[in-house]
């Protein structure tokens, strides 16, 4: 109960974002501009200004990264299953499978840092940061026969890369910056939460296409449960424990990301299904998410 209470703020938070959307009619210029706000200049403050002020344990990180990213293989593999049941357009089938295994990375800093404070959010951008490329290798790889998009250029350009990776140089620097630098970067820090899950509500769709349901609740379980349990598992096989195991395990249970959505559409897929799962799993997330924090903190 005590960690759903925590875990509230944030969740309330997205359904605003869902009332703002509904209610006052801003438009879909407006939360354009809101989420390239977000995506490029607040997450990445978050995560400099997270990560430059925590204390690393590079010793901890091979094993905390083998354990998020077989968590990921493993809604791969799961994510296939349906292929082999269920007939379906390959294009379709290529837009769905992406949402078995990717990962929204604002409820992710969001949840962590509400959680765990400054080591949290270090912790979760160590594994967003690894994990973001593989993501979006797999995603457009399963799309590539559809369309055409610059891959590399996109996981070159990635400003949560960009920004986990400039924290750590800093942080490995022993870099301090100056307190209004430190002001700043936490002024920005503070607002990309709160602006983030805000456009996570705002994303929300409830209108999924016709013939799709089996695979869509099949796919929900996996992100939602299965890959939880796989990264239990792993992660105690491989050693790791306290704040390391307990992010790790919180990063698979994470919903499906927004930009899977994005991803679809670019290349002709089924962006309508898309974004029905995204919005089951955000909100199925709801419940699942202090289930598994409140068994990892209790």
């Not at 925590?54 to 091979?62: E, F, K, S, V």
């Not at 082999?84 to 992406?98: D, G």
């Not at 897929?269 to 995204?278: E, F, T």
Request: aromatic share 10%; hydrophobic share 60%; glycine share 10%.
């Amino acid at each position: 109960m005590t960690t759903a209470l925590l875990l509230f703020p944030d969740f309330a938070l997205i359904l605003l974002g869902a009332a703002i959307r509904r209610w006052m009619h801003l438009g879909d210029h407006f939360w354009n501009g809101v989420e390239k706000l977000v995506y490029f200049i607040l997450f990445p403050a978050l995560l400099i200004n997270a990560i430059v002020k925590t204390r690393l344990d590079l010793g901890a990180a091979l094993p905390l990264l083998a354990t998020a990213f077989a968590a990921m293989a493993g809604g791969m593999l799961l994510g296939l299953l349906p292929k082999f049941v269920v007939k379906l357009p390959p294009l379709t089938f290529a837009s769905l499978f992406q949402c078995g295994y990717r990962f929204n990375s604002y409820i992710a800093l969001a949840v962590a840092g509400m959680l765990f404070g400054a080591p949290g959010i270090a912790t979760m951008g160590l594994i967003v940061g690894a994990a973001v490329p593989l993501a979006n290798l797999v995603s457009v790889w399963m799309l590539a026969r559809h369309g055409e998009v610059g891959l590399w250029r996109e996981v070159a350009r990635n400003p949560l890369i960009w920004g986990t990776a400039a924290g750590f140089l800093l942080n490995l620097a022993g870099f301090v910056p100056p307190a209004p630098v430190q002001s700043f970067l936490g002024r920005l820090a503070d607002a990309s939460i709160a602006l983030g899950l805000i456009t996570v509500g705002a994303a929300l769709r409830l209108d999924g296409s016709p013939g799709v349901r089996g695979i869509s609740l099949w796919l929900l379980a996996v992100k939602l449960l299965a890959l939880p349990v796989i990264a239990a598992v792993v992660g105690r096989q491989l050693g790791l424990d306290g704040l390391n195991y307990q992010v790790v395990v919180l990063f698979a249970a994470l919903p499906t990301a927004s930009s899977a959505y994005i991803l679809a559409m670019r290349m002709g897929g089924d962006g309508r299904s898309v974004a029905w799962l995204i919005s089951a799993t955000t909100l199925g997330s709801m419940l699942t998410l202090p289930l598994w924090a409140a068994w990892l903190t209790g």
